[in-house]
């Protein structure tokens, strides 16, 4: 028992802990069409997502139009799965049986059959003309004005080509000077020729593997060029030709719900009967384009919208399910005679059969929302009888070339191919993530320089760190202590960090995640170059968190392929082996030793010496990939740079020298036009340098200076003040040349 008065106080214990406030964390939304909005992104199964994307209609060469939605695509499946961390499913098309394959395939397999026959110039002339009048035909009834242009391109380049052969032939040219001029006609004629062969003979073609070859080539060449683009594959690809049974299976059962009938062999969907239900809703992606039938037309095809078939529909709003095969046409088995999909029926079924009754996102082009995605949305949900077959919609932008619309029917387009000659595969997607993946991208050379220098930024930046990193040091050596401008430094780098994942967050937007991490490299750059000039060493752990942090995120984008742990790989995609670490020992003792010359030659001024260490610097090693860069009072940096790189670097620099020494000629030049000039006026005595203007002065006093002017009236005190000053002024200056020649010079 306490005597001392105090307080008994009981066993010690924790005090009560409260947790902190934290902040908001940002989740990731989408912008989704089927809204219009961005939404909050929830998958419907946990972390898994289900991807349906629609692939090509596989007729011709990939453009610059499938690189938007691919890439675009590419990006964002990268970033759900590598960033967000979903397991994603992504499953995409390829469109094999289509109106566009059956008539080109018909148009090529004719045109070849009749360069086959080898016909001679009189009857080629005669074909291109008999061809040419319903070409015209269509031309002059052509209302849109871009397909009026495109078809007078063509036209234009008949005539060229038909002018000199006729020309030719009324001349009783020989057969060597007329064949070539033929075949001319014969190349520039092609579109109008295949199309006029088409059209009399494309009912007779009825061969299916005549349908399969040309798809078949033309995926071929798709999946080389994602495979140059560096867009991964997907999970599941699946064929329409594949596909047949299980999209008669899909047609059945729409009509069994009673969404669809039968019409003379082909199936339409009752776009009423299915809007009619308080369940459904027809066009849900863009209601106002309802009733639009140039767009549904399109949807149907060119070969599926003449009279009688049109005329087949209880509504104009109605699309095909399945088509009757007409002559010329691949057919397949159905409970409705021999035919082929329609379409739109040809996603619906597929990406039904593998995701089911309902996926967490579509993709496709912004093109393609109507009529082809709110009809597969109807046809889906007519199947599953629910409506909501996709929970987000997701559509990429168009894409224009210089400003002007890209269309591969207008004969306005770049290939991929074409795309890749001008630039690197890296180079292009940077381009697109410096634009929003759901807006219009503009291709043109100023979209592709910005990307050029922002990689060519981000690399330098990737070399001075990998340079800093080479600089010997212990184990230790490595923890240095942290002061202000770290600090800084590390603060800034957290705050970008946060931006970037807000950016994501926010509909994916690359285009301020770009630009955060062009201002991350910039601040580090500047701390870098604050340590050099205070000869201090930058800190190694900071740096390089920063380059591992920025190549990880080039990574997710895609943008590097390679396992390198900072920056760009060296030597390109079909580099086996890592090169820089392979490489940079034997440079590093190359750089020193030179160094080690460069300081003996300075002291012993041997100029040969120093000459021949610029040599090896400027002119050997670039053309191995190599760039030294000497910094006064440091060591010479040594960066693993691409060849063509270091070439064009070079190639500039000469340019850059040639037109410096241009420019100190030229001023030399005038410097010496200008001093000729002065010496001259120098040499002329004031007494004689107003004589010689005789037009404005007739008289002189004794000195030689004007008293009247041209017409012999007395020059007022005003003129003559004025005159005199100049007399002065060269009185001055023929002085001085006086003296300069009394002292020799």
């Not at 979903?86 to 094999?96: G, R, S």
């Not at 990689?455 to 490595?478: A, C, H, Q, W, Y």
Request: hydrophobic fraction near 35%.
């Amino acid at each position: 028992m306490s005597t001392s008065g105090e307080p008994v106080k009981g066993k010690r214990v924790q005090p009560a802990w409260s947790p902190p406030a934290g902040t908001e964390v940002p989740r990731l939304r989408l912008y989704n069409s089927l809204t219009r909005s961005k939404e909050l992104f929830v998958p419907q199964k946990g972390n898994k997502v289900t991807w349906y994307c629609c692939g090509p209609t596989v007729y011709d060469a990939s453009h610059m139009g499938h690189a938007r939605s691919y890439i675009s695509f590419d990006i964002l499946r990268r970033i759900l799965r590598d960033y967000f961390k979903y397991d994603v499913l992504y499953c995409m098309n390829i469109t094999d049986i289509d109106d566009k394959i059956i008539k080109r395939a018909r148009q090529n397999f004719l045109l070849e059959q009749y360069k086959e026959k080898k016909p001679q110039a009189a009857q080629i002339l005669q074909d291109v003309l008999s061809a040419r009048e319903p070409f015209q035909a269509h031309l002059a009834s052509t209302a849109d004005p871009d397909k009026k242009q495109m078809l007078e391109r063509l036209d234009a380049a008949v005539t060229a080509a038909l002018q000199p052969l006729q020309a030719a032939m009324d001349g009783k040219a020989a057969a060597e000077v007329v064949q070539p001029l033929a075949q001319a006609l014969l190349e520039n004629s092609k579109d109008l020729l295949s199309d006029w062969l088409d059209k009399q003979f494309g009912s007779e073609v009825t061969e299916n593997s005549i349908f399969s070859t040309l798809p078949k080539y033309w995926e071929g060449e798709y999946h080389k060029d994602m495979d140059d683009l560096n867009v991964l594959p997907p999970d599941v690809l699946t064929r329409v030709s594949e596909y047949v049974p299980e999209i008669v299976d899909f047609v059945k059962k729409i009509v069994a719900n009673g969404y669809g009938y039968e019409s003379n062999g082909s199936v339409y969907f009752n776009t009423s009967k299915f809007d009619g239900n308080p369940q459904h809703s027809y066009a849900k992606l863009v209601p106002e384009a309802v009733g639009d039938q140039k767009a549904l037309q399109e949807g149907e095809g060119d070969l599926s919208i003449s009279a009688d078939r049109l005329s087949e529909k209880k509504s104009p709003n109605d699309f095909a399910l399945w088509k009757a095969s007409k002559p010329g046409e691949p057919s397949w088995d159905s409970p409705w005679g021999k035919g082929r999909p329609g379409w739109h029926i040809e996603c619906s079924a597929m990406a039904g059969s593998v995701l089911g009754e309902s996926m967490d996102i579509h993709g496709g082009g912004f093109d393609l929302r109507f009529p082809h995605h709110d009809n597969e949305l109807a046809q889906a949900e007519a199947f599953f009888e629910n409506d909501y077959w996709v929970r987000y919609f997701l559509h990429t932008g168009h894409l224009t070339i210089a400003g002007c619309k890209m269309s591969k029917s207008l004969k306005n387009f770049i290939t991929i191919k074409d795309a890749l000659a001008k630039n690197t595969a890296r180079q292009l997607r940077l381009a697109f993530l410096m634009h929003s993946w759901k807006d219009t991208l503009d291709y043109s050379s100023n979209t592709m320089e910005s990307a050029v220098q922002y990689e060519k930024f981000m690399n330098e930046f990737f070399l001075n760190v990998k340079d800093i990193l080479r600089s010997p040091t212990d184990l230790t050596g490595r923890f240095e202590k942290w002061e202000v401008e770290e600090m800084e430094l590390n603060s800034s780098f957290y705050d970008r960090k946060f931006a970037i994942h807000e950016a994501l967050c926010d509909n994916v937007d690359t285009r301020t995640v770009m630009e955060e991490m062009r201002v991350l490299v910039g601040q580090s750059n500047s701390y870098i170059a604050s340590r050099k000039n205070a000869k201090l060493r930058p800190n190694r752990l900071l740096v390089e968190s920063i380059a591992v942090y920025l190549t990880n995120m080039l990574k997710i984008f895609g943008a590097i392929e390679e396992s390198a742990s900072i920056g760009f790989p060296v030597g390109g995609q079909s580099q086996n082996v890592d090169l820089e670490n392979t490489v940079m020992p034997y440079l590093s003792v190359l750089s020193e030793f030179r160094e080690g010359v460069r300081k003996i030659a300075r002291e012993q001024k041997v100029m040969e010496l120093l000459q021949l260490c610029d040599v090896v610097r400027d002119e050997t090693l670039p053309e191995l990939g190599v760039r030294l860069e000497d910094h006064e009072g440091l060591p010479t940096v040594v960066k693993l740079v691409d060849k063509e790189t270091l070439l064009k670097e070079r190639e500039e620099k000469t340019k850059m020298e040639e037109e410096k020494k241009k420019k100190k000629e030229e001023a030399a030049r005038k410097k010496q036009e200008q001093e000729m000039a002065k010496l001259a006026k120098m040499k002329v005595p004031p007494c004689e340098m107003f004589r010689k203007e005789a037009d404005k002065y007739s008289q002189f006093d004794e000195t030689g200076f004007p008293t009247h002017d041209a017409e012999g009236k007395e020059l007022s005190k005003g003129q003559a003040k004025k005159l005199r000053k100049l007399y002065e002024a060269q009185e001055k200056l023929h002085n001085e040349y006086l003296q300069m020649n009394q002292n020799g010079n």
